[in-house]
Structures are given as C-alpha cells and as structure tokens.
C-alpha cells in the first residue's frame, strides 16, 4: 500500500496540487487537509506547502498558525510523523514552533524565482535520507521573505547537533549561515524554503527534487509499517 | 473646483458630448437621472463602448474550425483537443499604472484573471508586454520598478505563474508608460460558461470584496482621456488590489462551475456593477433588477452612482438558479467569500435599479461571512426604480467613424532611411565590436533576468519554457500536448508604416511559438495608441487593424480577442502607435524540452531565412544612432509562413540543438545571444549579397531564425530548407570563447555576457 501524505490547504495556499502531482507522480497517495478541519486523517507524512496562507498580510504564517488543522499536525509531529514545510510552509512550522527561528525578507528587498544549489549537510531526517552528504542539488526557490534569523543559542546548537539539514551553495537572500533548511531533533521535521517539487521532472528542468521527495515517501511508508 | 462645477453641466464632468447626451435624452424619452447619466457615461466612454474603434474591429478574421469563443465575450476560447480548451485574453491597465504604478499593475493583473475564470477555465499563465520611457530618468525607473514589483506582488500572491512577456524601452512612453497583461487559462470544455443572465427569475449574486469609493470613474475619467498637466488628481481612480480575495475567489468560481451552480459569471471590471449586471442581461436578451440596498459597502454614505460605478476589485457577478442559492452559499462560506443576492433577472429587457427592493421573505440570501451587519431593508417594496432604462441601450452606445489620415511628414519620415549615414560611418572594414556590445546592452534588448526572477513563472509545474525563451512553453499535464505563447509589439516599425509594422509584430510572434515547435492556433491583440480624436491617430489605427488581419489570414490564424487601448498622449503628443500581438500555438507531441535559444560547442551555426540591409527603425539606427526615420523590413507573408512551418518541423523532428529569431539588435545580437547562453564562441562569416557587414550584423530583417545544428544534420537542415524555398547559409561553426565575425567583430563571451547580464541591475542600482 502507498504512503498516504497530506497536503494542508489553507486559503492563499497555491503550491498544493504541485506537491499533490509530484507525490502521486512517484507512487504516493497524497490527500488534501483543509485549514479549518482538526484532523490529519491519519496520513503517513503532511507536508504544508508554498503559497500565501490567509494572504501574508501580517507576518508570514502568522494566523495561519492557529488553524484548526495545525493542531493536529503538531499532533502528528511531535509524535514522530514525517512534517515537512516547504517555503511558506516552514514560515508556517516556524511561527507554530515546530521549528526555531524566523524568516526575513530577502535581504535584496525583492522576490527572487530562480534555481540555485543546495548541499546536503545531513541525511538523518525524512527528507533527505535517500541523499548523499555533500550532493549539490539544482532546486528553484521562489520567495520574498526567505532570509532565515535565529538566535545565536539557537544556531549553536542547530549547528552542534547537525541540524542544518541544507544549505545555499551561493546565498541568495541574505540566510544565516547560507541557511535553506533545517530540522528539528529528531530530524523527522524539516522546513526549508527551496521547492523539491518544482525539481520532479527533466522536463522542468531539474530533477534533482525527486532524491527528497523519494525519502519524504520512505519515511512515510516506515510510519505507515511502525503504525501497523 | 466648486466653481468649475457650477459651469460645467453633469454629463461633461462625466466625460459625455452634448450629442451623446441629447442621445441619452432620445432613448429615454425624457431627460436622465443622475444615476442614469452616470451609468451612461461610463458605459459609453471609449474604454467601455469602443466606439471609436468599433467600425474597424469588424476587418479582423475571427473564425477557425477550432474556435470555441471569438472575440466579445469575457476571453477568447479554442479547442486543444482531449476535451480540454484555452481561454486566452489580454487587457491594457495603461493609465492606471502610470498614476500609480503598483497598485495599477497589480489590479490589471487581476483583472485579466477573473476575465480567465470566469469563462469557467483556471488561469494558469501571465505574460506582461511593458512599456517605459528611457531608464535615465528617474521617474521611469520608479515606474518600471512599482510596476515589475505589482505584478510580482499580485500575481504571485494569486497563484498564477508569470511565464514570459517583454519589457521595451523608448522615450515615447515617458509620460504613458504602456501595462499590457495576457492571461491564459485551460479548462475541460465542458466547463466552458458564458457571461450571461438566462432565466428570468434567476438571482443575480455578487461574490467577493464590499463595494467602495476606489476606482469610480476609472473607465471614462482615467482610461478615455489623456494625461495633462497635474493629473496626480486622478489618483483616487486607481483601484486597490486584495490577490488573497481574488485566490478564493478563483477557487470558490471554479467550484461553482465545476458543479454546475451558476448559470453565467462575469466578473466586475470597468464600469463595476452597471457593466457586469446589464451587459450579462443583455446578451441573454433578458432584463435586470439591481438593489443596491443589498450591495455590500465599505464606508457609510455612498450613494447610488458610487454604487453602480465604483470599480473596487475582486467582484464576480453569478447568475444562480433560485434552488441552487444555498449550496452557492455553502461554497461562499467554505471560502470565506461573501456572496449575496443583488438582483434578479427579469423579462423585461428594462435595467433597473432600486434602493430597497426585496422582500425579507421573497428572496433569500445573505451575507455569510462577514455578517452584512448593517439593516440591509428587506422591506416590500413599492419604492419606485431609481434607474429605469433599456437594457440594450447601455451596451450599445455611440459609433464614431472618426476621419482617418495619413500623416503629412510620413514621406519624409520614410525618406529619412539611416543607410546611407550608418553606412559612411562603419565602413566595410570598421571593427564593430564596441557596437555589439553597446548594442547588447541597451536596456530593451539587455538580458531582463531582473524583471522576471520577480515573477513566479513555475507554479502548477507546467513551464517547459519560461522567461528568456523565444516562447514560454507549458505542459497540459495529462496529455503529451503544450502549449506554447508569445506576446511582440514593433512599435518604431508601425511609426514608420503602421500596415508593415503590424504585419512584423504578428510575424514575431508567430515566429517565436514556431520555436518551439507548436503550431500557431489563434492570436489576441493589445492595441495600444494615442487620442482617436486626431485623424493622423485613427489613420494609424486602421492600418494596424489591416496589417494584422493580413498577417492571420495569411498564416492561417485567427483573431480571438482583443482590446482597444486610446488616449495614450500626453497633451499633443501621441505615443507611437503600438499593437501587441500575443500567439498561442500547439504541440501536439512535446518529446522533451525545446530547444533553448542557445550554441553548442561543436555545432554549425545556421541561419534559415534572409538576411537584408534593411535598418529602418532598428534598434541600432535608433536608439544607438538616433536615426529612427526610414522604411520597416519588408514583411513578407509568404516566405514567413514557409519559413515557420520549417522551423516547426526541424524542432520537431529534433534536428537542431539550440535556435533562436533575429528581432532586436538584428543577427549580431542573436548570435552573441545564443553564445552567452550555450557558454561558447563562435567563428563565423557574415557576408550576405547587398549587405555591408554592419547591416548584415544590426538590420533586423524579418522571418531570420539562428540554429545550432550537429554537423551530421547540416546537410539535411540545408535540404529541407531549399525544399521549402527557405534561404539558408551555414555561417560558421560554435567553438572557442570569442565570438568572432570576420571583417565585423571580435569580442570574447565574457565580455558579452557581461554586457547583457548587467546592463539593467547597473542601471536600477543607479540613483
């Protein structure tokens, strides 16, 4: 049976049925979670996706953190469920503090769509246990406030314990440290702000995506047998 | 300004003729109320009623076996097989932006979304013709830069990709910066919805944000006038934008459409709510009651012309079957969108409006979220309309056939050719290097990766091909097809010879979708231009419209859609008339990536097509050299159509590695394009019969592609080139890290590359 990850919509989200195709593209089974429900349905993994949830007229991610969804994602989590946040979704995991820190407007104060290079600095977490330490991946990130701050406390210690999960090869927005990801420490949340699913297919120009994708499956088809 | 108000009679404040009022008076038999003037007079103003343009709009072909919608409706629409359709518009946001350029571009923007969905399709992508004056002044650079930012922050916000698009510079837009938006949207065709109010009986609901002061008198004040002295004044015209709104009001739409909830949509655009809700009536030749007690308001104390003419953004009128209102409701809610019951269709053929009109119990409805919260009276009414007119009369205001003449100075202009100096100046001989890269970094033909890393161009995972490309390039997820889209305006061109000009644009444009492979299927138009009421204007205008039929019929496309832009002038002087063509074509089957604009080391460089002398209004004569006078490329339609189907044919059967058109800066600038982007030089000769070296570098003939071709296919390319009466020279080869023309030019990729990357960061760094 396929891993089932849901995907939380929330109103401004945009980047869900991009998730949702690349997901099912590699055998998943991915299922929409809407904001205003209280339940993950069980799924194996959720990933909160890009886009502008509630519009980003405050802070990013911060009403969204209140949903009645989010709850139970922090279930979810801190139970061990494979969480991924990708861009406004870490921006997302970040103000519910599933994750430290905060993102920043880039610091070239515009919005920047373009692919650049990632390093793998770590593979125990549940998106990149497929990758190799040191591969260089060509994925696009697409933003305005991308620039990740934490405090000095917590940069230690996201560095001493090998929490850095990816980082920019040439820093595009001004990130701490070349900071694109990171997880928490367990490893089986991860935020990052670059889009793997927008690197799913040649014919987009990069698959290089597909390598994060796979582990975010595997490890939710490990809950999935754990579970069982 | 009171004072000016005691002179002035309403109807001229409003931006009507004394002739156009005694029409008014004629059609109603009486004289009009306040409300009635104002519905008329935005309904009637150029932007709306097209009254000037109207008589020659008639001239452009409109039909094709695979048109589903032509032009007149909310998009056009053509069948792309698999039982799914693309509904393609493109709409000018001119003035707005130049008043305030943010907040202009970003509600263009979603302007033309809403127009996409509410045929019943998902928008999924934009494109951006721009316009500005020289990035020198700074005004300009303020422009461009509130503009690049609006479309930025609506469209990506939104959720709708921003793909391609190009951004020209030319001091003839200084003062009327030209905003010109394309959207695209797919939809299953059984989805497909028209804008219009069958069934009487039927409620009217709007959907989407409360009703306020902005944008009122945006379509007669603002879009059909030109720009004077101290028009900062007509700022509160410009509306605001909410893409968060308009997000959920995409999905909610689909939702209802996808259930088959509404009878018709139209989205509130200019004119507001007496555009939207008369126009849906009378092209169901039905009639319309509108309370506009029920119409949600942002501030207390509008009245019932603010009302009706208020152009806030975001508002989507549905037609509803009274059994379907709940579950219109239910979607509305889940959406957080209000949705609430305005009006009903009528058999009358009357538009008319109340102030209190419904029942409590006769109509229900409400306002889900948030709560109306105000004590909407939902009394009996006897109250008599407060408008009461014919419902056709609104959409079918005056014709103008304006006098149309050539101007006197066009000869001279013609004669002005800038051969003759150009060519004393660079004599064979004269090394053309620093030309090249002054050339390559002019800011219309600079490398515009500032602009589009703004833009999210890859959501929904369907871009192929994006910004930078000769064409954008989507994925129809599902099937093997894509769709392939480019917009091209040649303005100096059409100054010289509007008919020729417009014939270039189209050309371009269907020469860029032949790049990627596809074949063309339809064309929407943005015609853009100065005040209609001079006849050296409307002269120009009617040679664009029949420079552009020509070119469709003959290369087999139609018109589907379009939009009249007038007024563009700045007291006496009148932008160059400036059409935009946007093309969409289609693959049938995309086998992988198209071919970028780019050399490979190794390759033969080819050149398909002919290479003349021909320097009239090129960007080197022009802009480098200031001599904008002469003659276009010819156009030949013709050898254009036999030299795109070549082109289509070659990608197609993967013969050639990387290809790209000759436009702007001529065959230098392709070349040393393709060379920076594949990373290698070439070595090549450019001696071409009748041509000196600088024309054969920076004339811009038409119908000229570049290809990279592996030297086991060179003899092949050349065959099938002859075959189809195509001209055709091998160059040279793609080799080294200099890009070396023989007798021309000598420089090395770096060098070219540095020139064209940053050219325009430099110049928006500069303050």
């Given at each position: 049976m396929s891993a089932r990850v849901g995907v939380v919509v929330f109103p401004g989200t945009n980047c869900e049925l991009d998730v949702q195709f690349a997901v099912d593209q590699l055998g998943g089974r991915a299922e929409l979670l809407w904001h205003g429900d209280a339940t993950t349905k069980g799924v194996d993994a959720v990933v909160v996706p890009g886009g502008f949830a509630h519009g980003d007229y405050l802070r990013t991610g911060a009403i969204a953190r209140f949903s009645p969804v989010m709850g139970a994602v922090a279930a979810h989590a801190r139970t061990g469920g494979p969480t991924i946040g990708i861009c406004n979704g870490f921006q997302v995991l970040c103000e519910a503090q599933l994750l430290p820190g905060?993102?920043?407007?880039?610091?070239?104060?515009?919005?920047?769509?373009?692919?650049?290079?990632?390093?793998?600095?770590?593979v125990s977490t549940a998106l990149t246990s497929l990758a190799r330490v040191g591969d260089v991946l060509r994925i696009p990130i697409n933003h305005f406030e991308g620039?990740?701050?934490?405090?000095e406390r917590t940069l230690a210690e996201l560095r001493a314990e090998e929490r850095v999960v990816l980082r920019y090869v040439q820093n595009p927005n001004g990130s701490l440290d070349d900071i694109a990801g990171i997880c928490n420490a367990e490893g089986n949340i991860v935020g990052l702000m670059p889009h793997p699913e927008r690197a799913s297919d040649p014919l987009l120009g990069s698959s290089d995506g597909l390598?994060?994708?796979?582990?975010?499956?595997?490890?939710?088809?490990?809950?999935a047998t754990i579970l069982v | 300004m009171a004072e000016e108000r005691v002179e002035h009679p309403l109807h001229r404040r409003l931006g009507m003729t004394d002739a156009e009022l005694a029409a008014v008076v004629d059609e109603l038999g009486r004289e009009p109320t306040d409300l009635e003037l104002a519905m008329y007079s935005v309904m009637w103003s150029e932007h709306c009623s097209y009254k000037s343009s109207r008589p020659h709009l008639s001239r452009f072909p409109t039909e094709a076996p695979w048109v589903l919608v032509g032009p007149g409706e909310g998009a056009g629409v053509v069948d792309i097989g698999d039982g799914l359709a693309v509904a393609v518009r493109i709409e000018s946001h001119n003035h707005p932006s130049a008043v305030e350029p943010y907040q202009g571009a970003a509600t263009g923007v979603g302007g033309i979304i809403r127009d996409i969905f509410s045929m019943g399709a998902r928008p999924i992508a934009l494109m951006d013709p721009l316009r500005f004056g020289s990035l020198d002044d700074a005004r300009t650079r303020y422009l461009f830069e509130g503009v690049v930012s609006g479309i930025s922050g609506y469209g990506n916000s939104v959720g709708v990709p921003t793909v391609g698009g190009e951004v020209v510079f030319d001091d003839t837009y200084r003062d009327n910066p030209l905003v010109n938006v394309f959207c695209l949207g797919i939809l299953p065709i059984d989805r497909l919805v028209l804008a219009r109010a069958d069934g009487p009986g039927n409620l009217a609901v709007l959907l989407g944000s409360s009703t306020g002061r902005d944008g009122i008198g945006g379509a007669s004040v603002l879009a059909s006038a030109s720009f004077e002295e101290g028009d900062g004044a007509k700022r509160p015209s410009v509306q605001v934008g909410d893409p968060f709104e308009e997000k959920r009001l995409i999905e909610a739409c689909l939702e209802?459409?996808?259930?088959?909830?509404?009878?018709?949509?139209?989205?509130?655009?200019?004119?507001?709510?007496s555009c939207a809700a008369s126009e849906t009536a009378a092209k169901a030749g039905?009639?319309?009651?509108?309370d506009i007690a029920r119409v949600a308001r942002r501030e207390p104390g509008m009245n019932a012309v603010e009302v009706m003419t208020s152009e806030s953004q975001e508002r989507m009128l549905a037609i509803v079957e009274p059994a379907n209102l709940d579950a219109v409701l239910a979607v509305a809610r889940r959406w957080e969108i209000r949705a609430t019951v305005v009006g009903r269709v009528t058999d009358t053929a009357r538009f008319r409006i109340y102030d209190g009109l419904f029942d409590a119990t006769g109509v229900p409805g409400e306002n889900p979220v948030p709560p109306a919260g105000d004590d909407a009276p939902l009394v009996t009414s006897d109250a008599p309309a407060i408008a009461d007119v014919p419902v056709e009369s609104l959409g079918d205001g005056p014709l103008y056939h304006r006098p149309a003449t050539r101007p006197a100075g066009q000869d001279a202009l013609q004669a002005a050719d800038p051969g003759p100096q150009l060519r004393d100046k660079f004599p064979a001989g004269a090394d053309l290097s620093g030309e090249l890269l002054a050339l390559l970094a002019t800011p219309t033909i600079a490398d515009k990766t500032w602009v589009s890393r703004q833009y999210d161009h890859q959501l929904f995972l369907n871009t192929v091909a994006g910004p930078g490309a000769d064409a954008a390039v989507l994925r129809v997820k599902g099937t093997t097809k894509a769709i392939a889209m480019s917009?091209?305006?040649?303005?100096?061109?059409?100054?010289?010879?509007?008919?020729t000009g417009a014939r270039l644009a189209v050309l371009e444009a269907a020469r860029?979708?032949?790049?990627?492979?596809?074949r063309p299927l339809a064309l929407v138009n943005c015609l853009n231009f100065g005040n209609p009421e001079r006849a050296e204007v409307m002269w120009q205008f009617?040679?664009?419209v029949d420079g552009m039929s020509e070119a469709c019929r003959a290369l087999g496309f139609p018109v589907i859609g379009g939009n009249v832009s007038f007024y563009n002038a700045s007291g006496d002087d009148d932008i160059h008339p400036t059409p935009i063509a946007g093309v969409i074509g289609l693959i049938d089957d995309l086998a992988g990536r198209p071919p970028a604009a780019s050399l490979r080391a190794g390759d033969d460089v080819v050149v398909l097509g002919e290479i003349r002398p021909e320097l009239g209004g090129s960007e080197w004569a022009a802009v480098m050299h200031g001599l904008d006078g002469g003659r276009p490329p010819a156009a030949n339609l013709e050898r254009a159509r036999a030299t795109h189907e070549l082109v289509a044919s070659l990608v197609r059967e993967q013969m050639v590695a990387g290809l790209h058109d000759v436009s702007d800066g001529g065959l230098a600038v392709a070349l040393a394009e393709m060379a920076v982007a594949g990373e290698v030089g070439f070595k090549v000769e450019l001696i071409f019969e009748g041509c000196m070296p600088a024309e054969a570098c920076f004339a811009e003939p038409a119908s000229v592609v570049v290809c990279s071709v592996d030297p086991q296919y060179t003899a092949a390319v050349c065959g099938l080139a002859a075959a189809a009466g195509v001209p055709v020279r091998v160059l040279g080869v793609a080799t080294g890290g200099r890009l070396i023309a023989k007798g021309a030019f000598d420089v090395s990729v770096a060098d070219a590359a540095h020139a064209w990357r940053d050219a325009l960061p430099a110049l928006m760094r500069a303050e």
């Open positions: 905060a993102l920043q407007k880039n610091s070239g104060s515009k919005f920047l769509c373009q692919t650049v290079e990632l390093r793998v600095e770590t620039n990740y701050v934490c405090d390598v994060l994708l796979k582990s975010l499956l595997a490890a939710a088809t490990s809950r | 209802l459409l996808d259930a088959r909830l509404a009878v018709g949509v139209q989205d509130l655009g200019a004119a507001g709510l039905a009639g319309m009651d509108v917009t091209d305006g040649k303005a100096r061109f059409c100054r010289l010879d509007p008919r860029n979708v032949a790049c990627s492979g596809a009617s040679e664009v």
